[in-house]
Nanobody, 128 residues
Framework: QLQLVESGGGSVQAGGSVRLSCVAS????????MAWFRQAPGKEREGVAA????????IYKPAEEGRLTISHVKVDNMLYLQMNNLKPEDSAVYYC?????????????????????WGQGTQLTVSS
């Protein structure tokens, strides 16, 4: 089994930056494509960034591209999401996810149904 644990959330002022972290443990070889999702109260869970772990290809939600950076450090089994110029609408629970399938480098990589493994989430609150 693959376990994912997120950290790095908290309360941040608008305009600031934060780096969310996700550590993978257990059967880490199962994490072929990894992604970050977020879910705000009353809203659907949405994908914001995904990455092929071996090849490094990335894809972002178009509205967020340029403000977010997904990265991975294989030796530590860590996935990161760097978020800059934070806005109050970024407030959400952020989830790390993993799939046994390769990312396909299109918007399908940001579909919730593509991922089999999920962390418990970390809350990010951005105040104005």
């Amino acid at each position: 089994q693959l376990q994912l644990v997120e950290s790095g959330g908290g309360s941040v002022q608008a305009g600031g930056s934060v780096r969310l972290s996700c550590v993978a443990s257990g059967a880490t070889y199962l994490a072929v494509c990894m992604a970050w999702f977020r879910q705000a109260p009353g809203k659907e869970r949405e994908g914001v960034a995904a990455m092929n772990i071996l090849g490094g290809q990335t894809i972002y939600k178009p509205a967020e591209e340029g403000r977010l950076t997904i990265s991975h450090v294989k030796v530590d089994n860590m996935l990161y999401l760097q978020m800059n110029n934070l806005k109050p609408e970024d407030s959400a629970v952020y989830y790390c996810s993993a799939s046994i399938r390769y990312c396909v480098a299109n918007s399908g990589d940001l579909w919730r149904s593509q991922y089999e493994y999920w962390g418990q989430g970390t809350q990010l609150t951005v105040s104005s």
